[in-house]
Nanobody
Framework: QVQLVESGGGLVQAGGSLRLSCAAS????????MGWYRQAPGKERELVAR???????DYADSVKGRFTISRDNGKNTVYLQMNSLQPEDTAVYYC????????WGQGTQVTVSS
């Protein structure tokens, strides 16, 4: 069973930065996408960013130019560098891996104060 372990969340002031990491417990084959969703209180889960096996990233319009997704295949890890954070970025962030099914992390809280 694959486990995804996230780290790097926390409390930051508006304009600050955080870097999220998500490490898989073992090598995952046939990955189509790795990425991050987020869910704010009272809102639906939304895709923040994803990256293909070939390294091509996609971003939600709300984070373009501020967030950067990257991956280290050798470490089975995906990262999300978040800059210029705003209060509306406050949410629980979940990493995921999609092969022919989804694998999910447990979520990490990101809180941005104004």
């Amino acid at each position: 069973q694959v486990q995804l372990v996230e780290s790097g969340g926390g409390l930051v002031q508006a304009g600050g930065s955080l870097r999220l990491s998500c490490a898989a417990s073992r090598v995952i084959f046939s990955i189509n996408f790795m990425g991050w969703y987020r869910q704010a209180p009272g809102k639906e889960r939304e895709l923040v960013a994803r990256i293909t096996s070939g390294g091509r990233p996609d971003y939600a319009d709300s984070v373009k130019g501020r967030f950067t997704i990257s991956r280290d295949n050798g470490k089975n890890t995906v990262y999300l560098q978040m800059n210029s954070l705003q209060p509306e970025d406050t949410a629980v962030y979940y990493c995921y891996v999609f092969t022919t099914r989804y694998y999910w992390g447990q979520g990490t809280q990101v809180t941005v104060s104004s």
